[in-house]
């Protein structure tokens, strides 16, 4: 009895080690052969189509750091105007905000690091290559007005630079 037993349990033993073999010998097999599949094109979807452009823009900001619009959408090819009105009542050397259109790629940790130490200039770093368009700094009840050529289409982003601010008042600026 004992010897069938045991029979029985080498079997049982052999198969399933046969089995887990094979598998493994198979996946090595595969992971050696790599097979290239053709990238898929996903269609170029409007995710804030129910937002409607407008090359004439109304963006306040608040004395707890906050943008009133965090997407901005306008038309290519054209001027824009942005009007800037800091609705608070903190001073700008306190509570001082601004717009800063950055160009594509441009880091905004990066940028807002280096903007932290240009004070002279409103935190906009002197001869800096990475900025579209931006505004004074100013305070509250204060307000300004730029205009500027509407970049080529595609994603922007858009920041206060006053020190710690990008990280909040932060935003997308979309050229249709």
Do not use: W
Not at 141 to 146: H, L, M, P, S, V
Not at 152 to 173: D, L, N
Request: overall charge positive; proline content about 3%; glycine content about 8%.
């Amino acid at each position: 009895m004992k010897l069938l037993k045991l029979t029985v349990l080498l079997i049982f033993l052999f198969a399933i080690l046969s089995c887990g073999g094979n598998e493994k010998k198979k996946e090595e097999s595969s992971s050696k052969k790599k097979i290239e599949t053709p990238k898929q094109i996903e269609p170029k979807v409007d995710l804030y189509s129910d937002i409607e452009a407008s090359n004439d823009i109304l963006l306040t900001s608040n004395d707890a750091s906050k943008y009133s619009k965090e997407i901005l959408k306008v038309e290519g090819g054209k001027k824009v105007k942005i009007t800037f009105k800091h609705t608070g009542k903190m001073n700008k050397k306190v509570m001082g905000h601004n717009f800063v259109l950055l160009k594509k790629g441009v880091s905004m940790a990066s940028f807002g690091k280096e903007a932290a130490k240009a004070v002279s200039n409103e935190y906009i770093p002197e001869n800096t290559q990475d900025v579209i368009a931006h505004t004074k700094l100013i305070g509250g009840g204060e307000e300004t007005t730029i205009e500027f050529d509407a970049p080529e289409a595609g994603t922007y982003r858009f920041i206060c630079s006053f020190p710690g601010h990008y990280a909040a008042m932060k935003g997308k600026f979309i050229v249709i």
